[in-house]
């Protein structure tokens, strides 16, 4: 797959479906609360890892019908270790020490951590127009989340450190994988890291996965549980990384500035909360974010060549 050029045009698909993606993130923090009062945090996870790794595997034999190279496992691994079982595991350990408030402030650290990796490992070049609109997406997703309501305490500090590390590890996931993806299909590349990542989640959550009471879990929970892992989980995967490959790792993570502003206009539809104008400001501020990450460079002027009599 031909990698994206510093003058690559993003489609307005890429766009769309990144859009589609941090909605449907938003989304599963919504589900996920009414799966959560039923079922243990480490339980989600290895329901997700072990039904959607199978469905990625599967498509991606079926659409690519490759299997990776012996130099290329221990990438995929790596990628499988940051973005499955790192990404997955750090969050909700986190979570058991810190707030979700907490947590929703920290995540817009996102965007900048993986600026900072893409232009240190040379992925990306550091243009101020770019640096620019992430500044603007994290600074928006912090209105909306009025980071006044950080707390701190003793308890809170390994939580948010915690955090703080599932964020530079997803990060840092997205970084590498616009490396291998230029030698890889889409779908190749997150099913494998799925199965070396999900193994990791799986073995972690054994125990829980085997005291689930399946009888008492009400259907509507198994409803929502299938949505988180077709849609939040396989999909989004899919999409996020076929995104990722025709764009560069600053846009996608910039787009997860959108988190906040999803979670925010599905509360108002279901829940009849009214934005405030911190919200009305973010909103704003993410949306003139994204304009300047995604905003195609100009070409450089071509010298002209001078004539011969």
């Given at each position: 797959?031909?990698?994206?050029?510093?003058?690559?045009?993003?489609?307005?698909?890429?766009?769309?479906?990144?859009?589609?993606?941090?909605?449907?993130?938003?989304?599963?923090?919504?589900?996920?609360?009414?799966?959560?009062?039923?079922?243990?945090?480490?339980?989600?996870?290895?329901?997700?890892?072990?039904?959607?790794?199978?469905?990625?595997?599967?498509?991606?034999?079926?659409?690519?019908?490759?299997?990776?190279?012996?130099?290329?496992?221990?990438?995929?691994?790596?990628?499988?270790?940051?973005?499955?079982?790192?990404?997955?595991?750090?969050?909700?350990?986190?979570?058991?020490?810190?707030?979700?408030?907490?947590?929703?402030?920290?995540?817009?650290?996102?965007?900048?951590?993986?600026?900072?990796?893409?232009?240190?490992?040379?992925?990306?070049?550091?243009?101020?127009?770019?640096?620019?609109?992430?500044?603007?997406?994290?600074?928006?997703?912090?209105?909306?989340?009025?980071?006044?309501?950080?707390?701190?305490?003793?308890?809170?500090?390994?939580?948010?450190?915690?955090?703080?590390?599932?964020?530079?590890?997803?990060?840092?996931?997205?970084?590498?994988?616009?490396?291998?993806?230029?030698?890889?299909?889409?779908?190749?590349?997150?099913?494998?890291?799925?199965?070396?990542?999900?193994?990791?989640?799986?073995?972690?959550?054994?125990?829980?996965?085997?005291?689930?009471?399946?009888?008492?879990?009400?259907?509507?929970?198994?409803?929502?549980?299938?949505?988180?892992?077709?849609?939040?989980?396989?999909?989004?995967?899919l999409i996020n990384t076929w995104?990722?490959?025709?764009?560069?790792?600053?846009?996608?993570?910039?787009?997860?500035?959108?988190?906040?502003?999803?979670?925010?206009?599905?509360?108002?539809?279901f829940l009849a909360e009214r934005?405030?104008?911190?919200?009305?400001?973010?909103?704003i501020l993410i949306a003139t974010?994204?304009?300047?990450?995604?905003?195609?460079?100009?070409?450089?002027?071509?010298?002209?060549?001078?004539?011969?009599?």
């Amino acid at each position: 797959m031909k990698p994206a050029s510093p003058h690559h045009h993003v489609p307005w698909q890429v766009h769309a479906g990144l859009l589609f993606v941090q909605l449907n993130f938003g989304a599963f923090h919504v589900s996920a609360k009414a799966v959560l009062a039923h079922l243990h945090p480490l339980a989600v996870a290895g329901l997700r890892v072990l039904i959607a790794t199978p469905i990625l595997l599967f498509l991606a034999w079926r659409h690519d019908h490759l299997i990776p190279s012996r130099r290329d496992l221990p990438w995929l691994a790596l990628l499988g270790f940051l973005g499955v079982f790192a990404n997955q595991l750090l969050f909700i350990f986190g979570l058991r020490w810190t707030t979700a408030t907490n947590a929703a402030i920290l995540m817009p650290s996102i965007p900048v951590f993986a600026a900072g990796i893409a232009i240190a490992s040379g992925v990306e070049r550091a243009r101020p127009r770019r640096l620019v609109g992430i500044f603007l997406a994290a600074a928006g997703a912090l209105v909306m989340l009025e980071p006044a309501r950080f707390q701190l305490g003793n308890r809170m500090v390994a939580g948010n450190l915690m955090i703080l590390a599932n964020c530079l590890s997803y990060a840092t996931f997205l970084v590498l994988m616009r490396r291998i993806l230029t030698r890889l299909p889409v779908t190749t590349v997150i099913a494998w890291s799925f199965l070396f990542g999900g193994a990791g989640v799986a073995a972690a959550s054994t125990n829980h996965l085997a005291a689930i009471p399946f009888a008492a879990v009400p259907a509507s929970v198994w409803i929502l549980m299938a949505y988180i892992v077709l849609v939040p989980t396989t999909l989004n995967y899919l999409i996020n990384t076929w995104a990722l490959a025709l764009s560069t790792p600053s846009l996608v993570a910039a787009y997860t500035t959108l988190q906040p502003l999803a979670a925010g206009l599905l509360a108002a539809i279901f829940l009849a909360e009214r934005p405030g104008w911190p919200q009305l400001a973010g909103a704003i501020l993410i949306a003139t974010g994204l304009w300047q990450v995604s905003a195609t460079p100009p070409r450089p002027a071509q010298q002209k060549r001078p004539s011969h009599p």
